[in-house]
């Protein structure tokens, strides 16, 4: 006689390998939301610095803040995060823009 055999019910689990191209280096292989998040950091640490320093050029230090903000915003509009869109735009209009209004434009 003739038994079946016994059939796991879980499915076999499928994993991703991710092949390393010859061409193209890391970057050319990110999704452009982690390369705008990534460059969102550089201009907050840059600009941070430059507020921090206290110097003559410290009034442009907004004006990169506010540009890691909007970098920030775009990521977060293509992602759809609605956490970071509502920060982003807070941080955005609340602090950049009052920074560069009161340091840039009306100093």
């Known amino acids: 006689m003739h038994l079946p055999k016994k059939q796991s019910r879980l499915k076999p689990r499928l994993t ?3 092949k390393q191209s010859p061409k193209g280096s890391a970057w050319s292989r990110r999704s452009p939301t982690s390369i705008l998040r990534f ?3 550089l201009f907050a640490i840059a600009g941070g610095i430059l507020l921090a320093l206290n110097i003559e050029a410290s009034r442009y230090g907004f004006l990169v803040l506010a540009g890691s903000s909007g970098q920030l ?6 992602r759809r995060d609605r956490t970071m869109i509502a920060y982003s ?8 823009c009052l920074g560069v209004w009161r340091w840039i434009l009306h100093p």
């Open 89 to 96: 735009l807070s941080l955005f209009l609340c602090v950049d």
């Open 39 to 41: 460059s969102s950091i």
């Open 73 to 78: 915003l775009i990521a977060s509009l293509w």
């Open 16 to 18: 991703y390998i991710r």
